[in-house]
RNA sequence: GUGAGUAUAGUACAAUGGUAGUACGUUGGUUUGUGGCACCAAUCAUUAGAGUUCGAUUCUCUAUGCUCACACCA
């Protein structure tokens, strides 16, 4: 028996409603908000990634599905902003006015342990907004964000939100940071050693309980409060603040708030929900102003976001099928499979029995799956006639056939 | 990559070192053109391999799958 990979599912139709759902509300929401739709490839030159994602972030060092082809090394996609910046430079969309609000839907790909909300082949729901800096921005996508998950009836998620400054002042605070740990690097993890070298600034998202005791020192704590951002990033963060709350979005300062992602600067944030187990983020991003152009665009801003729609799934309630409008119920499978097609055409949902059952098979079957039991036997057919049976008040009529649409509607 | 738990019908759960049950589902029936209820019947399972044993689905080991957690991320 051959199974599905580890890490992926099947979505039975059980659950297609829910999908459906949640995928006509970004349809909505996010046309109504100017985003337009976006789909690219699901493969990439794996440069793209090692370039757009970041080198030095595990997505990239040991999670992606890379494989070799006519020479050319391809990688199946492991986020999607990447493929949508070069989609973005490739077409010349930096040509048009800005801003240019961009979204999308579909698969990612990830070679990780599949744990409660994480999976191999999980699917992301996206915005990305170029061209501008401005922190209005950073508001909108954000508050784009939060209407699309009240939408989907989740009104109580916690938005945090962080400013990581400029690659200036991140240089500054990098270094103190560095100088302030370094006294008592021994006693940190081994992977914060590591970070130590490497990215200093995910110390503070480390969860190992001894770390975060020595992270409560005074003059690290002293220095997460104390604003390290330069004045131009302040400003920009205490805008968006200042715009959230005239939209009226809750949201939390996390200092701690690190992005594992490389390419982020000025704003990020998460939205977390506490029923999904430790994999708690339902949403992540923040502004990425020099992706572009490491990527090979002309300089340009830019800010969005990706969900995973797998853990919205496990928060939102399920939508149930509903029933069909009718159930042709005769004898004669060809006769009903016509009337089937002539209901179909109108709109109306049908189906009937393959296999001219008996009678009391084909109402069981009706009354499990349909509103209406349309009965078309020989009396009908000699008379061309049909008789209606609402199946939840139990009444029923013989009516003449062409008669049948009013009596379905009504 | 590291660690823990788990594996019985289509699904959800029982039980047992000797005959594996229940519920739901599915199919048929309770006299032939009327459903939901009830009753009857049928259908369907011990993940794989090795070991201990007179005998293993049960105990042990290995593999595999699944689940959860760590790291990391949506």
Known sequence: MIQAQKGTKDILPEDSKTWQMMEENALKIFNNANFQEIRT???????????GVGDSTDIVNKEMYTFEKAERSITL???????????????GMHRQTPPIKLWYKGPMFRYERPQAGRQRQFHQL???????TEAIADAECINTAVKYLNSLGLNSLDVEINSLGCSKCRETFRNKLRELIKPNLDKYCDDCKLRYEKNPLRILDCKVPDCNELLKEAAIQELINTDFICEECAEHFTQLK???????????VNKQLVRGLDYYNRTVFEIKSNSLGSQNAVCGGGRYDGLVEMLGGPST???????????????????????LDAFVVSDNPIEALKLCEELR?????CDFDYSARKFKKQFEKASKTANYALVLGEDELKSNTITVKNLATATQQTIPRNEILENLTK
């Open 41 to 51: 490839p699901i493969f990439e030159a794996t440069e793209l990634f090692a370039r």
């Open 126 to 132: 996206g915005v990305e907004m170029f061209g501008s």
């Open 77 to 91: 996609r492991p986020e999607n902003t990447a493929g949508v910046v070069r989609a973005y430079i490739e077409n």
């Open 242 to 252: 200042k715009y959230l709350d005239a939209l009226n979005v809750k949201y939390n």
């Open 301 to 323: 801003p830019a800010v969005g976001w990706a969900m995973g729609m797998e853990r919205l799934f496990t928060l939102i309630e399920k939508q149930s099928d509903a029933k």
């Open 345 to 349: 055409g109108q709109g109306i949902s």
